[in-house]
């Protein structure tokens, strides 16, 4: 019995854009974000505070997150490495803050500078403080499955990375893979791994495209009983420290796919699918989701 209702939260402002090598406009992430919820997401991502040397386009992070017309029943969620971000980011009142951590050690190096047992120290501070805030607190575990410094990553790796999340008091995690190398089996299992620590309300996959395996991942996923998943409008983005890895798994096809199945995502796909010709407009290509595709030459 799959799940009959899935939760997907868009990362494509956030993760989506963090690699653009153009500046996109505040304005034109905000009208991102109001097209999205238009089109029924419930949970957006919509930005991070991180240092701008290191990632420029998030630079206008507390500008966007003034210019969001906030949605009852809407989530906003950003980034936040370290308490200097968190101390950023509270003043622009999200939701949900979001840590994130590696399963692999070179990745963690590479992306927030510091060793997986470093960015635990670092986010303790950082829960706390937003627990006590009454922030949720998600964790994100990078390199799940595969990292491009150390390759296979074994589910082990993100059993600990998970138990120490749950020890700082992190309340659900997502599991990611970063690189889109995952296949089913595979996913299934680093899954499995985070849901020794969390039960299966609070974990939720988080799916590169990168060889295209996302959609089975996805599937996948739903077996093992996960509803939650973090997918990118029209396939945006990449992480800057890793690569050649693509965007996440398009909203679209996954809408597509969920409602194919007869499972509900409260998601208009005609309206996403406008979200992501917006963006694709304003970025000068065309999305990188192939059911908008399909449908558009229609
Ligand atoms: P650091 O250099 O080790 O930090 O960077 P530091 O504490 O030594 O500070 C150095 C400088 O950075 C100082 O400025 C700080 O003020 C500044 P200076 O004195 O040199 O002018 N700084 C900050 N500025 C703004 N906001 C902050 C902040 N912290 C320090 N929060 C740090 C550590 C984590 C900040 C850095 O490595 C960084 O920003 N990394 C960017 C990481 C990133 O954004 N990666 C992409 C997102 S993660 C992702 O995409 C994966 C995910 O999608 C899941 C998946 O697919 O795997 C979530
Ligand atoms: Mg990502």
């Given at each position: 019995q799959l799940p009959q209702h899935v939760k997907l939260v868009d990362v494509g402002p956030r993760d989506g854009l963090q690699n653009e090598k153009q500046a996109v406009p505040a304005a034109v992430k905000i009208e991102l974000v109001q097209r999205l919820q238009d089109a029924g997401l419930t949970e957006i991502e919509v930005t991070s505070f991180v240092s701008p040397k290191w990632v420029p386009q998030m630079a206008d992070n507390a500008e966007v997150m003034a210019g969001i017309q906030r949605k009852p029943g809407v989530r906003y969620s950003v980034l936040t490495p370290n308490l200097q971000g968190y101390e950023a980011a509270v003043k622009t009142r999200p939701d949900e803050i979001v840590v994130f951590a590696a399963a692999s050690e070179a990745f963690s190096q590479k992306n927030i500078n510091?060793?997986?047992?470093?960015?635990?120290?670092?986010?303790?501070?950082?829960?706390?403080?937003?627990?006590?805030?009454?922030?949720?607190?998600?964790?994100?575990?990078s390199c799940a499955v595969g990292c491009p410094y150390?390759?296979?990553?074994?589910?082990?790796?993100?059993?600990?990375?998970?138990?120490?999340m749950r020890e700082l008091?992190?309340?659900?995690?997502?599991?990611?893979?970063?690189?889109?190398?995952?296949?089913?089996?595979?996913?299934?299992?680093?899954?499995?791994?985070?849901?020794?620590?969390?039960?299966?309300?609070?974990?939720?996959?988080h799916f590169h495209d990168t060889y295209g395996q996302a959609l089975a991942n996805t599937l996948a996923s739903l077996e093992v009983g996960i509803w939650q998943f973090d997918t990118s409008v029209a396939g945006l983005g990449g992480c800057p420290y890793a690569k050649g890895a693509t965007g996440n798994v398009a909203t679209e096809d996954v809408v597509y796919m969920l409602?194919?199945?007869?499972?509900?995502?409260?998601?208009?796909?005609?309206?996403?699918?406008?979200?992501?010709?917006?963006?694709?407009?304003?970025?000068?290509?065309?999305?990188?989701?192939?059911?908008?595709?399909?449908?558009?030459?229609?």
């Open positions: 510091c060793s997986i047992a470093q960015s635990m120290e670092r986010f303790r501070p950082v829960v706390q403080a937003a627990l006590a805030a009454g922030i949720a607190v998600r964790g994100a575990i150390e390759g296979e990553i074994a589910p082990e790796r993100v059993e600990l990375v998970a138990r120490l008091g992190v309340q659900h995690v997502g599991v990611a893979d970063t690189i889109g190398v995952g296949t089913p089996r595979k996913v299934q299992r680093a899954l499995e791994a985070a849901l020794k620590h969390y039960d299966i309300n609070q974990v939720s996959g409602h194919g199945m007869g499972i509900s995502t409260g998601i208009d796909l005609d309206r996403l699918m406008d979200a992501g010709q917006f963006i694709s407009d304003a970025l000068g290509r065309k999305p990188h989701s192939r059911v908008s595709n399909a449908l558009m030459a229609k």
